[in-house]
């Protein structure tokens, strides 16, 4: 029987949240916490590209106006004072819509050749759809540094703005030691529930490493392979929707292992007292990623403000408050000794993680993200 929150003919219909959307929710949790000031919230804010509009020089107002697209959210009050210095020291000016760049929205805008935004907040998944369609702009790599940014995450339509990985967690009272993944797939050794996310990426990768296959020889996935693999545990499966739940369904034991994004398990080690654990050994490097409509009204603008914010310096507070990893490599430099461990882009980490395939997901991620929700509700 298929262990799941909500019942199979209700999935299709649950939200699938972003790992960009769940970002701006933690960062909002941490500063009322207390645990980050309003300065390093507007940084980090400003690090995923929730930043403000800020006057400039006279002369900035010759210059394109920028729209930026993120989730919203508690971010939109931040807006007004945000962490883009080196673009609006440059003499740009930058206002912020919180509407959320969905995939939809975007291709509705560019079809009705009605574009108002200049730069997304997008992934994977909004360059493999929209990208071979025609509906966003190349990036263009004479204005954007390719040297400050992973070069296997600089891609055609997108650029790398942070970093984040899909990771293995366990419930240290119930799983001795570090665990390997081929322990998420062995329920005699470790009884009890183990937790997924409703979406393919990253499970599929995961299951593979388990089953055997080399890191360096995972993609093509084999899709048929993952999930002969995912069979193995479906009767102990629980699926999230959100970086909340995945949270919940941890800390609150109903679940003894668990994938979720590394920011999440990092809060869940941080606060739990010893009771959750994770690794980035076999987890899924994967990249957020700045994406220009095609026709976007500020044209070539939108570019230079792409390359103003690979600054490293906000990307760092970033990963001081939340554990997303910088893409800027030149951030390396920056990052306290403290929290290196918890960095996915730290040199240690990324040598022990596989990086998500881009071109991969552009052919086949549509087909393989409708077989692993029939995989589910069967």
Not at 150 to 161: H, I, L, Q, R, S
Request: aromatic residues 8%; contains cysteine; glycine residues 10%.
């Amino acid at each position: 029987m298929l262990l799941d929150r909500h019942p199979p003919e209700e999935a299709p219909m649950q939200r699938i949240q972003s790992f960009a959307e769940d970002q701006a929710e933690i960062l909002a949790q941490e500063q009322r916490a207390g645990r980050i000031s309003r300065r390093d919230l507007l940084a980090g804010l400003g690090a995923l590209g929730m930043a403000a509009a800020m006057p400039g020089p006279a002369h900035a107002q010759a210059r394109p106006e920028v729209v930026l697209v993120n989730w919203g959210g508690e971010a939109v009050p931040a807006f007004r004072e945000a962490f883009q210095a080196p673009y609006v020291a440059a003499g740009g000016r930058m206002v912020i819509d919180g509407s959320g760049p969905s995939n939809g929205k975007m291709k509705t805008m560019v079809q009705a050749r009605n574009v108002t935004w200049d730069i997304c907040d997008s992934g994977v998944a909004g360059t493999g759809e929209l990208g071979p369609a025609g509906l966003l702009e190349e990036i263009d790599y004479s204005i954007v540094d390719k040297g400050k940014v992973d070069t296997a995450f600089a891609y055609k339509y997108g650029v790398a703005n942070y970093m984040f990985s899909t990771v293995m967690a366990w419930n240290t009272r119930k799983v001795s030691g570090t665990p390997a993944i081929a322990d998420f797939f062995d329920l005699k050794k470790y009884p009890g529930r183990r937790m997924l996310r409703r979406n393919q990426q990253g499970m599929l990768e995961m299951a593979l490493l388990a089953d055997g296959v080399p890191m360096e020889k995972l993609y093509p996935l084999d899709v048929d392979r993952a999930f002969r693999k995912l069979e193995t545990i479906k009767s102990q499966c629980l699926y999230w929707n959100s970086g909340a739940e995945s949270q919940s369904l941890l800390r609150d034991g109903e679940c003894v292992m668990g994938l979720l994004w590394n920011t999440r398990a990092n809060l869940l080690k941080r606060d739990g007292g010893g009771l959750i654990d994770y690794t980035f050994k076999d987890g899924l490097l994967q990249p957020g990623l700045w994406v220009v409509p095609k026709g976007n009204p500020a044209g070539k603008e939108a570019m230079r403000a792409i390359a103003a914010m690979q600054a490293p310096e906000g990307q760092v507070k970033l990963l001081a408050s939340m554990g997303n990893g910088p893409a800027n490599p030149a951030a390396s430099a920056l990052v306290p000794d403290a929290v290196k461990a918890s960095n996915p882009s730290d040199p240690a980490n990324v040598a022990v993680q596989a990086k998500i395939d881009a071109d991969w997901y552009e052919k086949h991620g549509a087909a393989a993200l409708q077989r692993y929700l029939d995989f589910i509700s069967a």
